[in-house]
């Protein structure tokens, strides 16, 4: 069985190109864990965030900065609950600040009280397969930059957005 990490107050910078890589993949599933008080940065190609896992991921208070993707979720081994993320900024990354990619069901996405100033779409979930994203909401989130649309959340169902600013242009 997988212990639960939990991480609080650090600054990550990208050794490659993705500044913070969280993947599990012997037991993707199994553990719930808590990052705080985090910056993570990403460099060129890469993510300031990959999240490659699953089992209840909440991060509180974070910075993610720079990279194609501030948060990218590439979601492919199987049933699972998704990540929580509340209270942070996910700034100057060159697509969206959010990306959600899923091969397999991903249930429940919470997005509270986040500021994004990335490209256009500011929150993408992309599952060009048959899989789908199944509830969650976005509360309370600002975003700016990119010219373009706030969310564009693909087969999302059960999502709820409310309390949003949206000024993109």
Not at 5 to 12: D, E, L, M, N
Not at 48 to 77: C, E, H, M, P, R
Not at 92 to 112: E, H, K, P, W
Not at 131 to 136: E, H, K, L, P, Y
Request: aromatic share 8%; glycine share 18%; with cysteine.
């Amino acid at each position: 069985m997988q212990a639960a990490i939990r991480f609080k107050g650090a600054h990550i910078f990208a050794s490659g190109t993705t500044g913070m890589r969280y993947a599990n993949p012997l037991t993707p599933d199994n553990g719930d864990s808590a990052i705080d008080d985090i910056t993570a940065i990403g460099n060129g190609a890469g993510d300031a965030f990959l999240y490659q896992s699953g089992g209840g991921l909440k991060i509180n208070n974070f910075k993610f900065l720079g990279g194609t993707f501030g948060f990218d979720v590439n979601w492919n081994v199987g049933l699972s609950g998704g990540p929580i993320l509340s209270t942070g900024s996910i700034e100057t990354c060159t697509s969206s600040g959010i990306r959600v990619t899923t091969a397999a069901q991903l249930n429940g996405m919470y997005f509270d009280n986040i500021n994004i100033t990335c490209g256009s779409p500011n929150i993408l979930v992309d599952n060009a397969s048959a899989a789908s994203v199944i509830g969650g909401h976005a509360i309370g989130i600002s975003c700016a930059g990119g010219g373009g649309s706030c969310f564009d959340i693909g087969k999302w169902t059960g999502f709820t957005v409310q309390a949003n600013d949206i000024n993109n242009g």
